[in-house]
Antibody, heavy 118, light 106 residues
Framework: QVQLQESGPGLVKPSDTLSLTCSVS????????WSWIRQPPGKGLEWIGN???????KYNPSLESRVTISVDTSKNQFFLNLTSVNTADTAVYYC????????????WGQGTLVTVSS | EIVMTQSPATLSVSPGERATLSCRAS??????LAWYQQKPGQAPRLLIY???TWAPGLPARFSGTGSGTQFTLTISSLQSEDFAVYYC????????FGQGTKVEIK
């Protein structure tokens, strides 16, 4: 059974870069699409972007100028970089598998809270 | 961007009663729609995809219907573990979520 686990700093300063890693276990990262999704405290879900194991990406237009998602198939990991963060980027960040065609999200990681604060 | 609108924002239901949640898309998404359940402090859990196909292990009391712009998630007889927030998500063009419906105990 595939499991995902997010890791990275829980506190990031304004204007810095938020960097997270999603480690995939119980299955290969190859073949599927993989995603990052976030949820500000007390609010709804926002799709950030997808990456195919080959490296092709799609991003939320509202974040595209600041987001980079990458993959390392040898480590069964994919990554999120979000530049020039501000307090509005404070959220629980989830990684998830987006399926063979990048459609629905299942399974999800447990999520990691990233707070943007000086 | 396709905007997903869920109603109501909060649904108060007694255990054992039926709950009907709605999701409307700003343009047709065909049947490219998923539903998720999220409990406090937990990640969302996939319930339904393709508008009406159960995720593995989903209890039969959950059902999804709809196509185009109007979708419904029905929980036929609410159990205590069903009180949660439910999100719809379209994947027809990009990926967008509704704002969620909270199902609370009446």
């Amino acid at each position: 059974q595939v499991q995902l686990q997010e890791s990275g700093p829980g506190l990031v300063k304004p204007s810095d870069t938020l960097s997270l890693t999603c480690s995939v276990s119980g299955g290969s990262i190859s073949t599927y699409y993989w995603s990052w999704i976030r949820q500000p405290p007390g609010k709804g879900l926002e799709w950030i972007g997808n990456i195919y194991y080959s490296g092709s990406t799609k991003y939320n237009p509202s974040l595209e100028s600041r987001v980079t998602i990458s993959v390392d198939t040898s480590k069964n990991q994919f990554f999120l970089n979000l530049t020039s963060v501000n307090t509005a980027d404070t959220a629980v960040y989830y990684c998830a598998r987006a399926g063979l065609w990048g459609n629905w999200f299942d399974p999800w990681g447990q999520g990691t809270l990233v707070t943007v604060s000086s | 961007e396709i905007v997903m609108t869920q109603s109501p924002a909060t649904l108060s239901v007694s255990p054992g009663e039926r709950a009907t949640l709605s999701c409307r898309a700003s343009q047709s998404v065909s049947t490219n729609l998923a539903w998720y359940q999220q409990k406090p402090g937990q990640a969302p859990r996939l319930l339904i995809y393709g508008a009406s196909t159960w995720a593995p292990g989903l209890p039969a009391r959950f059902s999804g219907t709809g196509s185009g712009t109007q979708f419904t998630l029905t929980i036929s007889s609410l159990q205590s573990e069903d009180f949660a927030v439910y999100y719809c998500q379209q994947y027809n063009k990009g990926w967008t979520f509704g704002q969620g419906t909270k199902v609370e105990i009446k």
